[in-house]
Nanobody
Framework: QVQLVESGGGLVQPGGSLRLSCAAS????????MNWYHQVPGKERELVASISSTGGSTNYADSVKGRFTISRDNTKNTVYLQMNRLKPEDTAVYYCKASRMDYWGKGTQVTVSS
């Protein structure tokens, strides 16, 4: 069974950093591009960052470019999102998802507040 378990969220002050992790299982992780999304109550889930199956290519939403870094470790079946210089508008539940699949973890809450 496909399983995605996000972790690493929490409460952080503006300008702070967090590193999110998503542990994947139940599929051949190294064959799939991986993605981080976030969702704010009342709004559509939005794509934040993507990484190709090998990690050789990444893409970011304009709102996070230069602040967030997506990476993966295919030996650990894990994708990461390093979040730096966090802003209050980054507050959301963050989810990971494999491209071409419709499986989601429970998400991890990130709250940026002073």
């Amino acid at each position: 069974q496909v399983q995605l378990v996000e972790s690493g969220g929490g409460l952080v002050q503006p300008g702070g950093s967090l590193r999110l992790s998503c542990a994947a299982s139940g599929f051949t992780f190294s064959r799939y591009a991986m993605n981080w999304y976030h969702q704010v109550p009342g709004k559509e889930r939005e794509l934040v960052a993507s990484i190709s199956s090998t990690g050789g290519s990444t893409n970011y939403a304009d709102s996070v470019k230069g602040r967030f870094t997506i990476s993966r470790d295919n030996t650990k079946n894990t994708v990461y999102l390093q979040m730096n210089r966090l802003k209050p508008e980054d507050t959301a539940v963050y989810y990971c998802k494999a491209s071409r699949m419709d499986y989601w973890g429970k998400g991890t809450q990130v709250t940026v507040s002073s």
